[in-house]
């Protein structure tokens, strides 16, 4: 192997995502099967930016009607209440559980949101052809991977108050529309994140890289 | 799919045959081609490059993540079958368990967000527990069969899907929103699912996932690979 730094991509060879074992794809061919554990090996995943933008947009509609549209409703003897996901923060706003309402502020507003915001950055500079700050988008990606789940937390508290509070007809709660966009939003991000190819942030940067060392001082 | 198998990696050029390099690893999320270096158990090697996490080399991994999935699934079983919360108001009590609330949903006309409540908090945590218990045990005589590598792989994606950990958080936040309500009382799932949500973690941080794929066998055939310690001792013997 040169000293100086290659991609997989650069010598031919693949590595699997499913196993990791590096493999020679057949020459002139852009996919194989892993022969470790029989996956279709390519370079890079097809459609990556395409269908990671596509869902990016998906997310972002269905982002609006989940926080406009009451995800819970109360009936009480004192009347009908209904509240969206920022109301239900606020309402679990006070002296002893603030903690808890910046949580789920974070986790069902900004998280999702900042998750949509990272993924079109992402796209953006990859598409672009951005060579900087490589390192920071590496990490930013994988910071996005790793919190993205959180923002399900929403959808289970609305599960399981509405699991409880039911006593019908003293008192009860219902699921409202919004529960059912916002979890479409937290599962098509989920998937988005994972249509991404991080490894398309460093190719440009390695051509760059390339043509500097081959072109004479 | 048997036709177009890509080739492994040749160890050296004096050796003409196709030997599988078990040390060298394209980065996953940079694609730099590098060798892994000699990592001693417990530690991490990472990317060069972009500083990804390219193999936790962990200590007897197996047994370990035997002992801690049967364990898990014991718990898992205990926590869905004992109630979660309960409840009580001007002398009217209720109480529910993980899949109350998935039936609680259904019956909300919320068929869709009941079924991912299903998977994330009850399916994807009970196959990752058992796609890990198969999987510790079927690689112990490598060549493990080849479904050990199906269950491997389903374990990668469910790890993601599986949101125990998640949940607990959503019903302690359930309980102080309800707590404005009426009288609520945590139930013994609750301090089950708090230990089950460590007993997982415990699980994912012993398996070495590297380790468990060098045991089975392949998919284009045995031949293609040979043993490393075999290859070496027949480029000593030349
Ligand atoms: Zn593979
Ligand atoms: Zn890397």
């Known amino acids: 192997m040169s000293a100086v730094p290659a991609s997989a991509r650069s010598l031919g060879l693949a590595g699997c995502e499913v196993c990791g074992l590096v493999s020679r794809l057949p020459p002139g061919k852009s996919a194989a099967h892993c022969p470790r554990c029989g996956e279709r090996l390519h370079f890079r995943r097809r459609a990556s930016v395409e269908s990671c933008w596509a869902l990016v947009i998906a997310a972002l509609i269905l982002y609006i009607p989940a926080n406009l549209l009451p995800v819970l409703t109360t009936y009480t003897p004192l009347g009908v209440e209904t509240d969206t996901i920022l109301q239900g923060v606020v309402e679990l706003w006070s002296p002893s559980s603030w903690p808890l309402a910046i949580i789920v502020f974070v986790a069902s507003i900004t998280i999702p949101l900042g998750k949509l915001i990272a993924l079109a950055y992402l796209l953006i500079t990859v598409q672009r052809g951005s060579i900087q700050s490589t390192v920071q988008r590496a990490r930013l990606y994988r910071m996005v991977k790793f919190i993205g789940r959180w923002s399900m937390l929403d959808v289970f508290v609305d599960t399981f108050v509405v699991a409880l509070v039911q006593l019908k007809p003293l008192m009860w709660v219902a699921a409202g529309p919004g529960v059912i966009f916002f979890a479409g939003v937290v599962v098509v991000t989920m998937i988005a994140v994972n249509c991404f190819d991080p490894r398309l942030i460093w190719d440009l940067p390695e051509k760059e890289n390339d043509v500097r060392q081959r072109s004479p001082a | ?238």
């Open chain 2, 1 to 238: 799919m048997s036709a177009d198998f890509a080739r492994p990696v040749a160890r050296s050029g004096l050796n003409k045959r196709p030997v599988f390099d078990p040390a060298l690893v394209a980065c996953p999320d940079c694609d730099l081609l590098q060798r892994l270096p000699e990592v001693p158990a417990g530690s991490t090697a990472c990317c060069a490059r972009c500083q990804a996490r390219l193999w936790r080399h962990k200590t007897d991994s197996l047994n370990r993540t035997l002992a801690l999935a049967v364990a898990a699934a014991l718990l898992l079983v205990i926590a869905n079958s004992v109630p979660m919360l309960g409840l009580s108001v001007a002398g009217r009590a209720a109480s529910t368990t993980v899949l109350g609330g998935v039936l609680a949903m259904w019956d909300d006309g919320r068929q869709t967000v009941a079924m991912l409540v299903l998977f994330t908090a009850v399916i994807a945590p009970a196959l990752e527990i058992a796609c890990l218990l198969a999987v510790s045990l079927a690689v112990r005589r490598p060549p493990a069969p080849q479904w050990a590598g199906t269950l491997l792989r389903g374990y990668e994606v469910l790890r993601e899907w599986s949101m125990i950990e998640i949940m607990l958080l959503g019903v302690l936040v359930a309980l102080i929103k309800i707590a404005e309500l009426a009288t609520v009382i945590p139930g013994l799932a609750m301090f089950v699912l708090g230990t089950l949500v460590f007993l997982l973690a415990a699980m994912a941080a012993t398996f070495d996932p590297r380790d468990a794929w060098a045991r089975v066998a392949w998919a284009a055939g045995e031949s293609l690979r040979q043993a490393p310690g075999l290859a070496r001792a027949a480029e000593d013997k030349r």
